[in-house]
């Protein structure tokens, strides 16, 4: 189970792949937790300020191990290369991530093509979900790590949606508090099923 190298051409493979025997995880960076803790700082305190040199960050091993941890705990079906996360962890997650490190490093990483099935809806419809394979999550991970704090920073407070330790009922209580006191206006622009719309072939 190598990193399939894929061509930046649609539906082409390169033939070229990372070598499981010489591909080891390097062991570069240190906390995740504390590398968040600083992207945040420096966003927040230079509100102007543009990150130009994140990519080393994606790739470093604490970085990948976490993100591993994340899909793990995840779970989720396998994607169009049918890899489970059983299979992963019977190749061996260490190399794995090892062969995933070399491909960013080396700039060969290419995602998959993403497996798309549709899912029953509440209201008796279906909508379409699209499931990445399971390396493809780790690094859609290690990116989200690593950008998140910095565009956290410049959210508002009253900010709760798709926000990380936030949710809707949180947002239902602050009205709640604060309707009593006499603020009564908000806004709810709702974009639940523009992506069905979106035409992506464009």
């Not at 859609?140 to 009253?158: C, K, M, S």
Request: charged share 30%; with cysteine; aromatic share 6%.
């Amino acid at each position: 189970m190598t990193v399939v190298e894929r061509s930046n051409s649609p539906g082409g493979l390169s033939s070229a792949a990372s070598s499981a025997e010489t591909a080891q995880l390097v062991v570069s960076g240190g906390d995740v937790r504390e590398l968040q803790r600083t992207l945040w700082v420096c966003a927040k305190r230079s509100p102007d300020r543009r990150f130009h040199a994140l990519y080393d960050r994606i790739h470093r091993s604490d970085v990948l191990w976490e993100t591993w941890k994340r899909v793990r705990k995840n779970r989720g079906a396998a994607g169009v290369d049918r890899v489970t996360l059983a299979e992963v962890e019977e190749y061996g997650v260490e190399r794995l991530l090892g062969e995933l490190q070399g491909a960013l490093q080396e700039g060969r990483y290419r995602p998959a093509p993403v497996r798309c099935v549709t899912i029953p809806k509440p209201d008796g419809g279906r909508r379409p979900l699209g499931i990445p394979t399971v390396c493809d999550r780790v690094v859609q991970q290690a990116a989200r790590l690593v950008l998140e704090p910095i565009l956290e920073a410049d959210f508002l407070e009253v900010s709760y949606g798709f926000r990380p330790k936030r949710k809707a009922l949180d947002a239902l209580e602050r009205i709640r508090v604060a309707f009593p006191r006499g603020r009564c206006g908000s806004q709810r622009p709702t974009s639940a099923t523009f992506f069905d719309s979106v035409d992506d072939r464009r």
